[in-house]
């Protein structure tokens, strides 16, 4: 397993790590990611750590915090062979303070987590989305206290734009207080929008990416393709409405190149989906899932070899869409493009 520095941080997480969000999964979306109990996630976690993979993803939303229970149960004896990371903001009940970032939300939200995941300190801590209500100086000043209290050891964010990302980054540079070094993201061949704002901010300042839902959503799994429909048994047909929007005509596209590499490669679709984004600017790692030992094994397979530049280049090609408004003119126009080189090829 190969690790890397998590963006301009010395903590070194591996390229592969595992997303809990299956584990005690229940309610209208968790129950159909996976309903992992601590048996079952305490032999995934058995082979992650085989494997080298050492870094768990979760969240206090995941299934209500049933997800941060069972991976404190499937962990324990072993917290320090281990790195956690966990997320929280979002809506966790109907009270007024159960959702935000609020001082008072951050504080009880990190202890909940801690007595959840039966540990004292949290690896990586991430904001899981921007709380437009909350002065900035008050969420990354309660981060540090809590960074300073050893209850938190590095933090990051999820499903923020570039400028809150930045004017958040602006207050800690302003007052000395911690940074943010890891980004979560989505990040896949038929979800690349993280290229054209986030991918060179990060580079800029020193964000590593954890990119989250690899296979877009489930569509990349080798399952779909323009003569195999969605299957009846999918959870697509319960979750698509949950996650990111893709074309159908984009989806075929990516997958007849993934097929045509995956022949050539002697690796499944989705091994060589996973593999391309690991060769991605900025990306520290990426967040892979599985409900069974079957999966998990075929998702590490998805390292440990490389793509050559024309495989990575076909896919590009076939993943590419035409860039947004400011950054059209920057791939169109050639006095343009000079100011701003691609980053991620």
Known sequence: ?????????????????????????????????????????????????????????TADVYSTGASEEVLGEAIRGRRD??????????????????WGSSRLRLIRSVEAALKRLGTDHIDIFQLHAFDASTPVEEVVSTLDRLVADGKLRYIGVSNFSGWQIMKSLAAAEKHGWTRYVANQVYYSLVGRDYEWDLMPLGADQGLGALVWSPLGWGRL??????????????????????????????????????EEV????????????????????????????????????????AVGWSLTK?????????SAVTAPYPHFPYRRQEGFARLDPPMAG
């Not at 062979?81 to 809506?91: D, M, Y």
């Not at 024309?310 to 076939?318: C, I, R, S, T, W």
Request: glycine content about 10%; some cysteine; aromatic content about 6%.
């Open 81 to 98: 062979a281990v790195l956690i990371s966990t997320k929280a903001s979002l809506p966790t009940g109907d009270g007024p303070n159960d």
């Open 310 to 318: 024309e495989q990575v280049e076909k896919l590009d090609a076939a």
């Open 221 to 258: 799994t080798g399952k779909i393709s323009r003569s195999k429909p969605i299957p009846d048994g999918s959870r697509l047909h319960e979750t698509a409405s949950f996650g990111p929007p893709v074309d159908d005509e984009l989806l075929y596209r990516v997958v007849d190149a993934l």
């Open 1 to 57: 397993m190969e690790y890397r520095n998590l963006g301009a941080s010395g903590l070194k997480v591996p390229v592969l790590s595992f997303g809990a969000g299956t584990f005690g999964g229940s309610g209208p979306l968790f129950s159909h990611w996976g309903t992992t109990d601590v048996e079952e996630a305490r032999r995934l976690v058995d082979i992650c750590l085989e494997a080298g993979v050492n870094l768990f993803d």
């Open 262 to 301: 995956a022949v050539e490669t002697e690796k499944t679709v989705p091994q060589v989906a996973i593999n391309w984004l690991v060769g991605r600017q900025t990306v520290s790692s990426v967040i892979i899932g599985a409900r069974t030992e079957e999966q998990l094994r075929q998702n590490l397979g």
